[in-house]
């Protein structure tokens, strides 16, 4: 490993292939491996958001595979509820991804200022969710991160499951890796107990993410890591006071252990909670701050 700075990214950037310049501007945050930048491509004036990792972080054998395959498996993906990839390149020092840009953060931040959303927004999120979420399944892609940080709003705010850092390939069970992978709160009991990832696994982690939204804490969070991984085995948390049949049950199915038995995306489409009771087409942007008020 070189005891250099890695270089900062240029301010203008070059994609040689494509003969497209684009200016960046500010940071708009930091992953694992990437920097991600506003950028505005200088002959169009259009902004994206562009995730520019260093090469020297990714000189570890693995690594730099892991970035192909997130590049690959993302370029072949467009939906309106996936964060569109829009090109990759590299130059001497930086590999970049050009994305289509959400400007409005990811719902943990939102949910960071809110401290809980209201089940009206949380109705609205999960449709789009769920149609992102199908579409990537039918696609034959897992996303194995699913949580509130990889959920990005737009200024429109829609909703795009986004960082496919550790997306992979839908295998047959007995073909799948069983490496455990993924914020640990959102793991589902059959990665814990390393049977691998398949398309239920995403749901239950989706399923943590709505209970999040709807209780402002996880529902598996406890001091003590052994506790945690037992409730998580058995399927046992407590619902906040406040929420509605509806809800709780649309959770009690996500958040069911075993696998099979577990609703799939169709049934949580056509369950009450997202079917019963109004539904918004759109959502001001102040509820980025506070509640929306509904006329
Ligand atoms: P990593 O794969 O290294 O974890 P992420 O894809 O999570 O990187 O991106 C890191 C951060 O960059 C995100 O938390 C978010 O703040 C920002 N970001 C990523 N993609 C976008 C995007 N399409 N639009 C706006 N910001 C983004």
Known sequence: MSSELPPRPPRVIRDASRDILYSRGRLLGKGGFARCYLVTEEYTGCH??????????????????KIEQEISLHRKL?????????????????????????NGQSLAHMLR??????????????????????????????????????????DSMEVKIGDLGLATTLEPPEMRKRTVCGTPNYLAPEVLNKRGHGPEAD???????????????????TSDLAN????????RFNFPPSLSHAARD????????????????????????LMQGFVPDRLPTSSHLSPPIFR
């Open 78 to 102: 467009h939906h309106r509820h996936i964060v569109q990839f829009i090109s990759s390149f590299e130059d001497e020092n930086f590999i970049y991804i050009i994305l289509e840009l959400c």
């Open 228 to 235: 945690t991984y037992a409730c998580i085995r058995s399927g």
């Open 48 to 65: 994206f958001a562009a995730k520019i990792i260093t090469k020297q972080r990714v000189e570890k054998p693995g690594h730099r595979a």
């Open 250 to 273: 649309l959770l009690t199915s996500a958040l069911t252990p075993d696998p099979d038995l577990r609703a799939s995306l169709l049934d949580l489409q056509s369950h009450p909670f």
């Open 203 to 221: 749901i239950w982690s989706l399923g943590c993410a709505v209970f999040t939204m709807l209780a402002g804490r996880p529902p598996f969070s």
């Open 113 to 154: 200022s809110r401290k809980v959303l209201t089940e009206t927004e949380v109705k609205y999120y999960l449709r789009q969710l769920i149609s992102g979420l199908r579409y990537l399944h039918q696609c034959g892609v897992v996303h194995r991160d699913l949580k509130l940080g990889n959920f990005f709003v737009t």
